[in-house]
């Protein structure tokens, strides 16, 4: 129950903040959520939770952020609507830092940004309606305005028919709709998404971030969201930062760190999504040419639509593909080729520098008989 | 008539457990709303008033019942103005009652998802609210269900009242079985507390069955 705590927590002295000053500064501007040298470390833990945390996330788009368990995607998330208090740094929503705000301003905060869960965290003893009217009841509106807006919201996510079931008799699939449902009915401007999909299987997770764009796209609102699974960044996320041990160590738009990862950890996360060897070939692998006349393999990350023609031969030799395929992430195309060269005039080190002008990315595998 | 006595025994026992279980109902869901949400990183956290409170349930819960009843008799004369009958056994069975309740409603309170609490806080929902809409609602047939146990330790108890002079069914049990060995008014009473407990018993879990949408 530490975050229940957050709410009546002692206030740290916030640093004098200047609305007026940041205002007239366009890049501050641009920013809907901007974190300052964000901290969190838990007491009775020596390694902080979260460390000089710099980042601006954009009215409108939809942000990722991804770690392995334990980076610290969650306590981040958190301190977006203060279910989590950063022990140094601010958090500024529309640059207003949200630190020194009272129950009074901090409920009217939350009421601002929804948020749904991994485990969807439903009312098990309310209905569907009920789960969703909730918000709207303790904010004393008016029944007729209640009624109204569950209506319109569970329409939105096609649960209409199910208003008076309880969450018991429900999918992941349609407990997920109900907690988005129940997000959207204070018409929020930001989207809080806690491991949203991580329950779900691949079909339900497809359905549901189509349904995350969908309202992304019509309500306009900003989309942060938190998973340690890259195929949920690519599917619907234009920028994404990349957690280790509660340090940034990756940033960008999706597809230029999916088309270049720069960090191990990135790579790792990448791994799942990665075009593979067919087995037989991962096992004739050789980690050294055994005779003079042996393949090297490489696998070439490319961005953008190079022409392969030019590319085989620049390489130079037979250049067969091994396995390859091209997806769109953001509206650029990110390919991958696992090719095999043989009889190049280049050696290794040469057909990798030759590679590198191609491709974001290119790495040796091996080398085959 | 003996049936005219065992119905005045009846109807006192009801009227001491309904009494007591009333009061115990509405004093013990606040206080273990009280126990779960002062507890450290509760809603409203007050480890000191924490520490005090769940001495006090302790302190009363530790006390066997006769002993308790004769510990009390002069808290009870100062309350009702008696120590004999139905209204000076309905003092102490209220107060071994009150923190026993108490006790178990917290264990259902405790249950409830941490998740749930989050969901609440995201949603912009105040303390108080997140006690009625969530806490409560979510515990209701852990609550009703132990409420049930309580309702059958204080029969369970009442009896042991009406040994010195209650009034109610085990008064009679004891005047007429063991001081007059009358095996069959003896036999009577047993039948009856055994219904009474039974019906008691079936009530609760049904409605707590009824409550649980899990």
Redesign the interface.
């Known amino acids: ?5 957050a ?2 927590a002692p206030v740290p002295p916030a640093e004098p903040f200047k609305a007026e000053e940041t205002a007239l500064r366009p890049e501050v501007n641009q920013a809907h959520i901007r974190f300052i040298g964000l901290g969190k470390t838990y007491p009775g833990q020596g390694q902080p939770a979260l460390q000089g945390i710099d980042l601006n996330i954009r009215r409108g788009e939809i942000f990722g952020i991804i770690g392995r368990s334990g980076a610290g995607k969650s306590s981040l998330l958190r301190t977006i ?1 203060r ?1 989590e208090q950063p022990s140094q740094g601010r958090v500024l929503i529309d640059q207003v830092d949200i630190a020194p705000f009272d ?1 009074d301003r901090l ?2 905060l ?2 601002r ?3 749904i ?1 991994q ?1 969807f ?6 209905t569907v309606w009920q789960n969703v009217e ?2 709207l ?3 004393g509106v008016a029944k007729a305005e209640r009624q109204r807006k569950v209506r319109e919201l569970l329409e939105l996510v096609g649960l209409a028919e199910k208003h008076q079931v ?3 008799q429900l999918s992941g699939g349609q407990k997920q709709r109900v907690g988005i449902a ?2 959207l009915v ?1 018409d929020p401007e930001i989207l ?1 998404c806690d491991e949203a999909t991580s329950a779900l299987d691949p079909e339900t997770t497809a359905s549901i971030l189509e349904l995350l764009r969908d309202i992304n796209r019509r309500l306009g609102l900003t989309v942060v969201l938190i998973t340690h699974e890259m195929a949920v960044i690519r599917d619907i996320c234009q920028r994404v930062v990349v957690l280790e041990r509660g340090e940034i160590v990756e940033q960008g738009e999706v597809w230029q760190v999916f088309g270049a990862p720069r960090h191990d950890i990135t790579r790792t996360l990448l791994a799942p999504l990665q075009t593979k060897l067919p087995a037989a070939l991962q096992a004739s692998l050789r980690a050294q040419p055994v005779s003079r006349d042996a393949a090297v393999v490489l696998r070439l990350d490319l961005v953008g639509e190079p022409e392969l023609s030019t590319l085989f031969n620049d390489l130079g030799g037979r250049v067969r593909l091994l396995q390859g395929g091209v997806e769109t992430i953001g509206e650029q195309a990110l390919g991958q080729l696992i090719l095999s060269v043989r009889g190049s005039s280049l050696d290794t080190h040469q057909l990798l520098e030759r590679a590198r002008r191609w491709a974001a990315d290119v790495e040796v595998l091996g080398h085959v008989d | 008539m003996w049936i005219d006595r065992l119905l005045q025994g009846l109807l006192d026992t009801l009227l001491m457990v309904g009494v007591s279980s009333l009061v115990a109902l509405l004093v013990g869901v606040p206080m273990a709303v009280l126990l779960v949400t002062s ?5 409203f ?1 007050a480890p000191a008033l924490n520490r005090v409170l769940g001495a006090i349930v302790n302190l009363f819960r530790s006390i066997p019942f006769l002993i308790l009843m004769v510990a009390l008799i002069p808290f009870t004369r100062l309350v009702v103005g008696t120590t004999y009958g139905v209204w000076a056994a309905v003092v102490p069975l209220t107060i071994a009652a009150t923190p026993f309740f108490a006790r178990i409603a917290e264990v259902s309170l405790r249950e409830v ?15 108080w ?1 997140i006690v009625w ?2 806490l409560l ?2 515990a ?1 047939p852990g609550i009703v269900g132990g409420f049930t146990i309580t309702l059958v330790t204080l029969i369970n108890s009442s009896a042991m009242a009406g040994a010195i002079g209650a009034g109610g069914l085990g008064d009679i049990a004891y005047r007429y079985g063991y001081q007059r060995f009358d095996s069959q008014i003896m036999l009577t009473v047993i039948v009856m507390l055994v219904a009474l407990v039974a019906l008691i018993q079936l009530g609760g879990d049904r409605l707590a069955k009824g ?1 649980n ?2």
Do not use: T, W
């Open positions: 129950m530490a975050q229940a705590s709410l009546r609507n279910l129950e409920v009217a939350r009421r940004i929804g948020m869960f485990h965290n439903l009312m098990s003893a309310k909730l918000p009841k303790v904010a309880y969450p018991a129940r997000a204070h809080l | 507890d450290k990183g509760g809603i956290e998802d941490h998740g749930l609490i989050e969901a609440a806080q995201a949603m912009g929902c105040r303390r609210h809409h969530v609602p979510e209701l409550l949408k899990r």
